[in-house]
């Protein structure tokens, strides 16, 4: 007897019905719950792959820990700043920049870019010369040779590793009084372009030079530095030799992580996973009405059937609890069957690529266990509460003719 309610339930489920309308609202429900598990789960997992995909976009815009002054734009006690960082054993490389806004201007072209001016280390923190697709990454043999962002390239039309062909980039001058010559507004400097690289809409308008370009124009004295990126050993450590690196430096400097560098985007990231989410969770939850539809069609179907086991001193509790675990097993049906079309789907696009956010990029996916528990629970919770809400049949209702 204690299993009855369970094993009639399974057999309602199973077995053939009474009324073709019955089998057809009954599978009708698993359909349904299986779509939309299925669509849960590949849209969360392929904001999973998008938050990879994010990382790899940025991964070149900032360091694991970045360096900064809380009072002004340079960095005080360099020195002292260099000796901290070189003696810790969990910073593998670090990197002096100054970054600062330009005009660029080529053959009577002009625009707005970010100038960056960085050491000869740069690249050991964040290896944008792999990115180069075109020319070569400057040698710092020279302070005038640049690295430049494709797109500015290409709307100036600057002619690439020419010596022949020099952009001017314009740096306005501090101060105050009278303005007597062109050199009182601002420094210049002509420039070689020796390569570009894709910005990715991370690095868009930008321009990689040596640091002494960028001293020179902002007239600053030599080994200066508005940030100081960091590489580490262990990424994961992040937080740790942070609050190290807080505890040694002093007060004046401040220390940003990757995340807390890139925190509003991240927000953004995650705030539109969260309202996906929410949609979802709706469509789930109407998707349960069908749910409640089968009970219903089932209680009316059967209806002969449950009074006989009344008569036979049946408790209504447990005839209440054949219609819950009909509606669990409808739910625990479309969950399993969504979550394998669903990882099935997935993989096709893992090793396909066959679905595509634009002509070359395919819409990435990961598959990760929390996604499954996610849909798991949000398909349960909602289904266990339509299938409890609808079982809570009277007595009366079964007796009565």
Request: glycine share 6%.
């Amino acid at each position: 007897m204690k299993n009855i309610a369970f094993y009639i339930a399974s057999r309602y489920l199973l077995a053939k019905k009474g009324s073709t309308a019955v089998t057809f609202i009954t599978w009708l429900a698993i359909g349904a719950m299986t779509v939309a598990v299925t669509a849960m789960f590949v849209i969360i997992s392929v904001f999973s792959g998008l938050e990879d995909l994010n990382k790899d976009l940025i991964s070149n815009l900032h360091a694991d820990l970045t360096i900064k002054s809380n009072s002004g734009k340079t960095i005080k006690d360099l020195n002292k700043v260099n000796q901290i960082l070189k003696s810790n054993p969990e910073i593998k490389s670090f990197s002096r920049i100054i970054e600062e806004k330009v005009y660029i201007s080529y053959n009577g072209k002009g625009d707005i870019a970010f100038l960056r001016g960085v050491d000869s280390a740069y690249t050991k923190v964040n290896p944008i010369n792999k990115d180069v697709f075109y020319g070569s990454y400057p040698g710092f043999e020279y302070s005038n040779e640049v690295l430049m962002e494709n797109s500015l390239d290409n709307r100036l039309s600057i002619p690439v590793d020419s010596n022949r062909d020099y952009a001017t980039v314009f740096m306005p001058k501090p101060g105050t009084g009278m303005i007597n010559k062109e050199e009182d507004i601002y420094n210049k400097k002509d420039i070689i372009v020796t390569g570009v690289f894709p910005g990715k809409d991370q690095l868009d308008n930008y321009i990689i030079s040596p640091i002494e370009l960028t001293e020179e124009l902002l007239s600053l004295p030599k080994n200066s530095a508005y940030q100081i990126v960091i590489k580490l050993n262990n990424p994961e450590n992040a937080d740790l030799v942070k609050d190290r690196l807080l505890s040694s430096l002093g007060k004046n400097i401040e220390v940003k992580t990757k995340e807390e560098e890139n925190a509003a985007f991240w927000k953004m990231i995650n705030t539109e996973k969260l309202f996906i989410y929410l949609i979802f969770a709706l469509v789930i939850f109407i998707t349960t009405f069908n749910l409640a539809g089968a009970i219903i069609i089932l209680q009316l179907d059967k209806k002969e059937q449950a009074k006989s086991l009344i008569s036979m001193g049946l408790p209504l509790i447990q005839l209440r609890k054949m219609y819950f675990y009909t509606g669990v097993l409808i739910v625990v049906c479309g969950i399993i069957s969504g979550v394998i079309l669903g990882t099935v789907l997935c993989y096709f696009q893992l090793y396909s690529g066959f679905f595509k956010a634009n002509e070359t990029l395919p819409f990435p996916v990961k598959i990760v266990g929390k996604n499954y528990f996610i849909v798991a629970i949000t398909a349960s919770l909602f289904g266990f509460i339509i299938s409890w809400v609808f079982s809570k049949i009277s007595k009366e209702y079964i007796t009565k003719n």
